[in-house]
């Protein structure tokens, strides 16, 4: 949940309150929309970048 509440803000400048009152399908559905505009903005880095949500999950 951390790393899709960070994704969110840091691109579209939200705050964590605002992220954190979305569910979990509604976040995951906007950490998809960042991604595909990231991947349409850089076409050059398609393949070498991954998505949000194909990252693995860190542990602490």
Not at 24 to 40: D, F, G, K, L, P
Not at 54 to 59: D, G, L, S
Request: hydrophobic share 35%; aromatic share 12%; charged share 30%.
């Amino acid at each position: 949940m951390y790393k899709e509440m960070s994704f969110i803000s840091y691109y579209f400048h939200w705050s964590s309150e605002e992220v954190l009152a979305m569910d979990h399908v509604t976040r995951r559905r906007w950490c998809r929309e960042i991604s595909a505009i990231n991947q349409e903005l850089a076409p050059s880095k398609q393949g070498k970048e991954k998505s949000i949500l194909e990252m693995k999950p860190t542990r602490r």
